[in-house]
C-alpha cells in the first residue's frame, strides 16, 4: 500500500433503501438533502452521491424537477463532486431511473452493474412503526421484488451518459456484476479508468464476510489491472468494518444514511458528517491523506463540475 496515496471517500447521503421512520436523522427535504451533502463535503467526502426524496412523505423521487431543489445549490456551497443516481429505487423503471442524469449531465452517476433481487424486508423485524402509508408496503413488497438493470437498461444508460461526458460509480453487488462490466468494457461502452463500487451486505448480493472483500478485490484486479479504482460499501452494520478492510487493501470507501443508519453498535448516526469524520479516522490512522475533491476530478478523470447543467 503506498503511503503517499490519497483516499477517496464517497458520502451518500439519503439514498432509497431506508424510510423516514426509521430514523429522525434521514434526510428528506431539498433543504435537509443540501445540508447533508454539505455537511459531509465540509467533513472531507470528495463525492456526494444523491437522490431525491418527496418533501412531505420521504418517498423515493427520481422528478428532474425534485432534484432541481438541490442540486444548484450543493454545488454553490461546495465543491464536492455530485454523483446523480441512475438507481432511483427498486420500484422503477430505467427510463425514469435515467432522467435527471440525462438531464443535469453530472459529473458521475451511479450504475447498477445487473438485475438483482433486493431485500428490504428483513428490516421489519427491526422497525415496526411508520409514518407514512408507503413505508411498509415498500419493504415488504421488496421479498417479491427485482431491482431490474438488463443489459439493454445499462446500454441505455451507459450511452446516454456518455454523450454528456458523465463518467460511472459503477456499483457491483456480486461478483457476475464485475463480469458485466468486463463485457461492457471490451464493447468499448465504458472506459477506463474505472470508479468500481463493491457493495457487501445486501441481501441478494455478497455477503460482508472478509473472503468475500478479498474475492472481490482478487477478481477485480485480475479483469481490471491497473484500468479501475476500487472502492466500497458496506451495509448496515459492514459499513466501517468493510471500508477499514478495504482502505488497508488499498482501496477507497463509501459512507452515508443512504448505506447505513448507525455509527456504532445500537447508536444511530446523527448526520452524515458522523460517518464521513469515521471514515476520516480510519483513513488517517493508517497514515494516509484523504482525497480532496480537486484530487477526485484528477484520480477519476472527470470533466469537471462547470461542464455540469446545474
Given at each position: 500500500?503506498?503511503?503517499?496515496?490519497?483516499v477517496l471517500i464517497t458520502c451518500a447521503v439519503?439514498?432509497?433503501?431506508?424510510?423516514?421512520?426509521?430514523?429522525?436523522?434521514?434526510?428528506?427535504?431539498?433543504?435537509?438533502?443540501?445540508?447533508?451533502?454539505?455537511?459531509?463535503?465540509?467533513?472531507?467526502?470528495?463525492?456526494?452521491?444523491?437522490?431525491?426524496?418527496?418533501?412531505?412523505?420521504?418517498?423515493?423521487?427520481?422528478?428532474?424537477?425534485?432534484?432541481?431543489?438541490?442540486?444548484?445549490?450543493?454545488?454553490?456551497?461546495?465543491?464536492?463532486?455530485?454523483?446523480?443516481?441512475?438507481?432511483?429505487?427498486?420500484?422503477?423503471?430505467?427510463?425514469?431511473?435515467?432522467?435527471?442524469?440525462?438531464?443535469?449531465?453530472?459529473?458521475?452517476?451511479?450504475?447498477?452493474?445487473?438485475?438483482?433481487?433486493?431485500?428490504?424486508?428483513?428490516?421489519?423485524?427491526?422497525?415496526?412503526?411508520?409514518?407514512?402509508?408507503?413505508?411498509?408496503?415498500?419493504?415488504?413488497?421488496?421479498?417479491?421484488?427485482?431491482?431490474?438493470?438488463?443489459?439493454?437498461?445499462?446500454?441505455?444508460?451507459?450511452?446516454?451518459?456518455?454523450?454528456?461526458?458523465?463518467?460511472?460509480?459503477?456499483?457491483?453487488?456480486?461478483?457476475?456484476?464485475?463480469?458485466?462490466?468486463?463485457?461492457?468494457?471490451?464493447?468499448?461502452?465504458?472506459?477506463?479508468?474505472?470508479?468500481?463500487?463493491?457493495?457487501?451486505?445486501?441481501?441478494?448480493?455478497?455477503?460482508?464476510?472478509?473472503?468475500?472483500?478479498?474475492?472481490?478485490?482478487?477478481?477485480?484486479?485480475?479483469?481490471?489491472?491497473?484500468?479501475?479504482?476500487?472502492?466500497?460499501?458496506?451495509?448496515?452494520?459492514?459499513?466501517?468494518?468493510?471500508?477499514?478492510?478495504?482502505?488497508?487493501?488499498?482501496?477507497?470507501?463509501?459512507?452515508?444514511?443512504?448505506?447505513?443508519?448507525?455509527?456504532?453498535?445500537?447508536?444511530?448516526?446523527?448526520?452524515?458528517?458522523?460517518?464521513?469524520?469515521?471514515?476520516?479516522?480510519?483513513?488517517?490512522?493508517?497514515?494516509?491523506?484523504?482525497?480532496?475533491?480537486?484530487?477526485?476530478?484528477?484520480?477519476?478523470?472527470?470533466?469537471?463540475?462547470?461542464?455540469?447543467?446545474?
Amino acid at each position: 500500500m503506498s503511503k503517499n496515496r490519497k483516499v477517496l471517500i464517497t458520502c451518500a447521503v439519503t439514498g432509497a433503501i431506508h424510510t423516514p421512520s426509521m430514523s429522525p436523522y434521514l434526510p428528506v427535504t431539498p433543504e435537509e438533502i443540501i445540508d447533508a451533502a454539505v455537511g459531509a463535503a465540509e467533513a472531507g467526502a470528495a463525492l456526494v452521491h444523491v437522490h431525491a426524496r418527496d418533501p412531505v412523505t420521504g418517498k423515493p423521487d427520481q422528478s428532474p424537477e425534485a432534484f432541481a431543489k438541490f442540486l444548484p445549490i450543493i454545488k454553490q456551497r461546495s465543491d464536492a463532486v455530485i454523483n446523480i443516481t441512475t438507481g432511483g429505487a427498486p420500484t422503477m423503471l430505467v427510463e425514469e431511473r435515467l432522467r435527471p442524469c440525462a438531464v443535469f449531465k453530472p459529473e458521475v452517476a451511479s450504475l447498477n452493474m445487473g438485475s438483482m433481487n433486493f431485500g428490504l424486508y428483513p428490516m421489519l423485524g427491526r422497525f415496526t412503526e411508520f409514518q407514512h402509508d408507503w413505508e411498509r408496503p415498500y419493504l415488504e413488497g421488496s421479498k417479491d421484488r427485482i431491482f431490474k438493470n438488463t443489459f439493454q437498461d445499462i446500454e441505455n444508460i451507459l450511452t446516454t451518459c456518455a454523450e454528456n461526458g458523465t463518467r460511472f460509480e459503477i456499483e457491483c453487488y456480486d461478483i457476475g456484476h464485475l463480469y458485466t462490466l468486463a463485457h461492457f468494457a471490451d464493447r468499448g461502452l465504458v472506459k477506463p479508468p474505472f470508479f468500481v463500487q463493491s457493495v457487501f451486505g445486501i441481501l441478494g448480493g455478497i455477503g460482508g464476510h472478509p473472503e468475500d472483500v478479498a474475492h472481490m478485490k482478487r477478481t477485480a484486479d485480475r479483469l481490471f489491472g491497473d484500468d479501475y479504482h476500487w472502492s466500497v460499501l458496506g451495509a448496515g452494520r459492514n459499513q466501517l468494518a468493510i471500508a477499514a478492510m478495504a482502505v488497508s487493501m488499498g482501496g477507497n470507501l463509501r459512507v452515508g444514511l443512504e448505506d447505513s443508519l448507525w455509527i456504532g453498535p445500537g447508536r444511530m448516526a446523527e448526520s452524515n458528517a458522523q460517518q464521513v469524520r469515521a471514515a476520516r479516522q480510519i483513513i488517517e490512522g493508517l497514515g494516509l491523506e484523504v482525497a480532496s475533491p480537486a484530487d477526485a476530478r484528477q484520480i477519476l478523470n472527470l470533466k469537471g463540475a462547470d461542464k455540469v447543467a446545474f
